[in-house]
């Protein structure tokens, strides 16, 4: 069992920043693979970034690549989402999770995830 708690989250102007953190409690964070989702209003929950358990790659959502990072410190069991030049569209709920799946394409998938944190809510104003 692994109990997941975010923070970070609040209100920014478009092309600020926010870093997300994600603290998790129970067994290691090693075994799973990490991922940050979002959802907003009226729409589906999407993958946002994830981080393999291997350490070994990180997957991006399209529309993220190159303002968000993942990252991941398993001795401290944290999980982190640092955004960059953010947007409108980046409003939402982001949500942290974890799951046992080991290939990026699984990752994508919020069925594959077995734990999921309360959220946090991030809103970017234009």
């Known amino acids: 069992q692994v109990q997941l708690v975010e923070s970070g989250g609040g209100l920014v102007q478009a092309g600020g920043s926010l870093r997300l953190s994600c603290a998790a409690s129970g067994r290691t964070l090693s075994s799973y693979t990490m991922g940050w989702f979002r959802q907003a209003p009226g729409k589906e929950r999407e993958i946002v970034a994830a981080?393999?358990?291997?350490?070994?790659?990180?997957y991006y959502a399209d529309s993220v690549k190159g303002r968000f990072t993942i990252s991941r410190d398993n001795a401290k069991s944290a999980v982190f989402l640092q955004m960059h030049s953010l947007k409108p569209e980046d409003t939402a709920v982001y949500y942290c999770?974890?799951?046992?799946?080991?290939?990026?394409?699984?990752?994508?998938?919020?069925?594959?995830?077995?734990?999921w944190g309360q959220g946090t809510q991030v809103t970017v104003s234009s």
């Open positions: 981080f393999s358990r291997s350490g070994t790659w990180r």
């Open positions: 999770a974890a799951s046992s799946c080991s290939g990026s394409g699984c990752s994508q998938r919020p069925t594959e995830y077995l734990y």
